[in-house]
């Protein structure tokens, strides 16, 4: 049985361009999402816009790495973007290496954006989307309260075809993030 770990999340740097590759890279991790597997050039891409975003005046977008404790190299990352500022909305994601998966991780990082969303960020409603074949996101989505709005059709283009998306949502006024 995996055990759980301790992680801590910090700001993407170039440097970690190798280490968001070696889960990028590997089809199982991306089989669900509009990106990858990824070649190396296209990690790279990554790491630049996420760099780009993070320095950005008007801020949007943030992403963290999410980094072993023990050892410090980095498991994977998450993130919050805000999607409407009027109407103060954000969605979560997060890709967590499959080494690593079943220990909790992606239940604690999607916990701590919402806290960052709610919290630092002044929104009022944090979703999630994520494809209906994904068990272990949907679970991670119910662990942290967020409630399932839906099914949106045709959401998104994959390399195989399009596909659809639960929507998941959390208010700050729902009682685990208060």
């Known amino acids: 049985m995996k055990t759980a770990m301790n992680f801590f999340m910090r700001e993407i740097t170039s440097e970690d361009w190798e280490a968001v590759h070696s889960y990028a890279s590997i089809s199982d991790v991306c089989r669900f999402q509009a990106w990858g597997p990824n070649s190396e050039r296209e990690t790279k891409l990554y790491i630049e816009q996420v760099l780009t975003d993070t320095n950005a005046e008007n801020r949007t977008r943030y992403v963290w790495g999410l980094a072993d404790v023990e050892e410090g190299h980095l498991i994977g990352t998450s993130e919050i973007n ?76 994959l390399n195989q075809g399009w596909r659809d998306s639960y929507l998941y949502s959390i208010l700050a006024t729902d009682a685990l993030y208060r």
């Open 82 to 157: 805000v999607l409407d500022q009027e109407n103060e909305i954000g969605r979560i994601s997060y890709v967590i290496h499959p080494g690593y998966w079943g220990r909790g991780i992606a239940t604690q990082a999607a916990e701590q954006m919402i806290s960052y969303g709610f919290q630092q960020l002044a929104l009022h409603r944090v979703e999630a989307v994520c494809d209906p074949r994904n068990a272990a996101a949907i679970r991670v989505l119910e662990k942290n309260g967020l409630e399932k709005e839906g099914r949106m059709r045709g959401h998104l283009k």
